[in-house]
């Protein structure tokens, strides 16, 4: 087992803690890191809530402008952009797997510009809409004109494809949904128009007959519990209040309470003048009328997927098909695009598929003849995230940094230190070790239900890498 260093939190609580300013704490426990670490080469134990604790738990800015699952812990970001250490004010940051774009809102909080990727349509509009500037009388303007066309009660003309609507949904909530987005439709600001978007996919879960207690779409069912139990009762009066929901009263007050983040903001934020750049591959960081350039990026901050954990796509696939980003025919598209992926067709794991490093595959061919479509699933996971790494060290800078967050998990029951394996790639490609640390996952939002082959992830290893 690998020695563990844990010296630094003592003496960060002795010495560093005392520093009230952020950005003088954070660039003084960064510093000590890279120094001890250096000296040591033995990974060392922190503690990111004590790291950054200057960051609040819960609201903080525009955060929480929609639900999305599995988000990274914001101390991670804020405290390694915190300070002059890993990248300067102005400088491009980076995060190739941004999910809802926790890492860029803390680069634009940092006053860095904020770049990400995602396969995800639902995940890029969620990201773009909290890291951009807005002008809130604008958007309260915006949204008393949409109350007003709401309220009209005009013929609904659209058709949402939506994949099983009337099972996820009442008749009433589907009348008041298709209602409130073809009012949407009619803003012709297209940046506004995202804006109430995120609010309006918001809505959508919180009024489906979804439990709210999973990230995938699962039908709520009191018949699963017995009478009177705390589940039955719970699940009784979520049913019970869907019965008469008032859609529209719903929507109204998530769109303030994300009036009233992204006016904090821009109150943090004053001097925002950079709209997130978004992506939708990591492997392909450029579109039709983007492409990032070779050497640009100052730092890359990511937590990427895990073989085989959450699904996105599907969990999303509500809020897609409402939102008119996916066609109900068409989810099996854009799951396809998501690296780490569960679905592959029996034909490409006829014969082992080798992931090009000698360590995994070793576990990995074990692990085919148990089950071959999971050692495929992590061997395909793999060569995927070799392509990301390899972009990633296309457009960073020379000694420009990029902070990887992995962890190892289960496969089959088997031990498979995902984390290792990534980093075994990054320095296969000329990037080199700075630092290692560990940190124990607190929040039990991180450790959602998986696939019973794939474990609980409940420890965190942050690798910083430098390219030279």
Same mark, same amino acid.
């Given at each position: 087992?690998?020695?563990i260093d844990n010296r630094t939190d ?46 609040? /738990? ?134 506004? =128009? ?37 589940? /039955? ?78 699904? /996105? ?17 068409n989810l099996r598209h854009y799951e ?20 090009g490093i000698q360590d995994a595959d ?81 929040? =039990? ?24």
């Open positions: 087992m690998e020695k003592n003496y960060l609580n002795t010495d560093i803690s005392c520093q009230s300013d952020p950005a003088i704490k954070g660039q003084a426990s960064l510093e000590s890191l890279l120094a001890q670490y250096k000296k040591s080469n033995e990974p060392i134990q922190v503690d990111f809530r004590k790291l950054a604790d200057w960051i609040p /738990y819960g609201e903080r800015a525009s955060h929480m402008i929609h639900l999305y699952p599995a988000k990274l812990l914001p101390h991670i970001p804020a405290f390694f952009l915190s300070n002059n250490v890993l990248s300067q004010k102005g400088d491009f940051v980076l995060d190739p797997f941004s999910g809802s774009g926790t890492v860029l809102l803390e680069a634009v909080l940092a006053e860095r510009k904020a770049i990400g990727a995602d396969s995800n349509p639902l995940a890029r509009l969620i990201s773009i809409v909290k890291t951009n500037k807005y002008d809130v009388s604008s958007l309260n303007s915006s949204f008393l004109r949409l109350k007003k066309r709401i309220e009209k009660n005009s013929p609904i003309t659209i058709k949402p494809d939506v994949v099983n609507i009337n099972f996820w949904f009442h008749d009433h909530i589907i009348e008041q949904l298709s209602r409130i987005k073809q009012a949407i439709n009619a803003i012709r600001n297209k940046k506004d =128009r995202a804006f109430f978007e995120v609010s309006f996919s918001n809505t959508i879960k919180r009024s489906s007959l979804a439990d709210p207690r999973l990230s995938v779409p699962v039908k709520l069912n009191i018949e699963k519990y017995k009478k009177n139990s705390p589940y /039955y009762l719970s699940t009784k009066k979520t049913l019970d209040k869907l019965e008469n929901l008032n859609v529209y009263e719903l929507f109204y007050s998530l769109t303030t309470s994300n009036i009233n983040r992204i006016e904090a903001l821009n109150k943090q934020v004053p001097n925002l003048n950079h709209d997130t750049t978004m992506y939708n591959d990591a492997r392909h960081l450029s579109d039709t009328t983007l492409k990032s350039n070779d050497n640009s990026v100052q730092l890359v901050i990511t937590s990427p997927p895990y073989a085989g954990a959450q699904k /996105y796509i599907r969990s999303s696939g509500l809020n897609l098909g409402w939102l008119g980003k996916c066609a109900s025919n396809k695009l998501n690296i780490g992926r569960e679905h592959h067709s029996k034909s490409e794991y006829i014969n082992f598929t080798s992931s070793t576990i990995l061919e074990s692990i085919y003849n148990e089950n071959p479509l999971r050692a495929h699933i992590t061997s395909k996971y793999l060569l995927e995230m070799n392509d990301a790494f390899k972009e990633i060290f296309r457009i960073l800078k020379p000694g420009g940094f990029f902070v990887l967050v992995s962890s190892a998990n289960k496969i089959c029951d088997t031990n498979f230190k995902t984390h290792e394996h990534l980093c075994t790639i990054a320095i296969s490609l000329g990037l080199k070790v700075r630092l290692r640390l560990i940190d124990e996952i607190h929040s =039990r939002g991180l450790m959602t239900k998986r696939n019973k082959t794939a474990g609980i992830i409940n420890c965190e290893w942050v690798y910083i890498f430098e390219k030279e």
